[in-house]
């Protein structure tokens, strides 16, 4: 029933259809005056993360003599784009994805924040990468308020200390682990990327961690805005170290030929077994969770679950960090507006927040005691340290490929369907001319 359970979770996610929220379309702000004192501001984060920032960002304001009023709505992507186009936006939204804020800014409809906050305390507080997320044409328009992080590997803390394993420090040392774990008959790796409609999203991550790693972030970004092809050198070094990673007979458990098959929130489920069936799961901090891990495992993360950052190509080398979050986007004039996004800059939001839920704050000056446990703080320590936050490829990628093609052919190559250059060349094709 538990994994039932799980499954009907991520098919909802997956499957999910647009829905305008009662409340959000008739609630606009975008046009609000600059004397207005109510600030309309839209999410579509998790709701604990939701729940937990509203009740920050709210009284904080109030206590400035200014109305929040915070909505969650879904599918805010395309809802606050359907919004510009009738004139009827809240002030602020937060947006998961950079390249639905270009959109907006492309449009003329968000404000520069670098004229709203304090640009060297952000600098100086914000991880290396999130100001640049967030940045177009030379100016801030999307701040990254809360963060994620994907560029982790998960282990069985008890059975991984008991075997002597430790962190691996570079591509090597990565490779000698596998084959370490593989020589004591247990599959090292705990892969799958069944997600229904969006099957093949997890491959994407591989990908993208690999890219980044051995292109640096330039050669990360020229690939997610197609400067660099699909059908490169670069990719296809990458692509060759997933398939000596994940691809080498006994490396994953239950084979490559369950890797589309299986849903990817089921994955980990040997890996918690009494003999591991698998020791090693490469996946983002939101899978530390009751939909996604058995819950006796996830009620003591501390004593069973483990987590390094994955690893850089070569020791001490460019080490980036993939992940997500939320930018707030400033589509008013008004003086409280401006305000309260002076409110979403502090670099103490959240303080209320994290120990309840899964918020990572963006500011690696955020008091890390009060993440709830040690997993979290090595989690965020993964990106505080990391050389630069580089945000999810597939997210900024126009969406025939991002959310198209990139999955549909990883999925084909892992499958044994297609080849590694068809595939490529398949996603290269795609690519929106215009």
Known sequence: MQTLSRGRKLALVATAVASLVATAACSGGGGSSSSSKTVTIWSSTD????????????????AEGITVNMQKVDNINQLIMTKIQANDTPDIAMIPQPGVVGDIVKRGKAQDLSSVLDMNALKSSMTPGTLETGTFN??????LVSMNVKSLVFYPKKAWDKAGYTAPTDFASLEALTDKIKASGTPPWCFAIGSDAATGWPATDWMEDLVMRYGGVQGYNDWVTHKTKFDSSLVKQAAAEMEKLLL??????GGRSSIASTAFGDADNPMWD?????????????????????SKV????????????????????DNPTLGGGDLATLLSTSDSAKKVMKILADPTLGKDTAGSSSF????KTFDMSLYPNDL???IASTAYKSTAFLFDGSDAMPGAVGA???????????????????????IDQSWPTS
């Open 47 to 62: 709701p604990l993360v939701f729940a937990g920032l509203k009740k920050e960002i709210v009284a904080k304001a109030k």
């Open 138 to 143: 030379g100016k801030l328009y999307g701040l």
């Open 248 to 253: 080498t007979p006994g490396n994953v458990a």
């Open 274 to 294: 009494a003999k591991p069936g698998c020791m090693m799961l490469k996946q983002g901090n939101f899978i530390v969770s009751k939909d996604f891990m058995p």
């Open 298 to 317: 996830v009620s003591d993360v501390d004593a069973n679950i483990g987590v390094f950052g994955f690893p850089p190509a070569t020791a001490g080398g």
């Open 360 to 363: 990572i704050s963006p500011h």
């Open 376 to 378: 979290t703080r090595t």
């Open 404 to 426: 198209g093609t990139f999955w549909k052919d990883m999925t084909a190559w892992i499958s044994g369907q297609e080849n590694l250059d068809t595939a490529l060349k398949n």
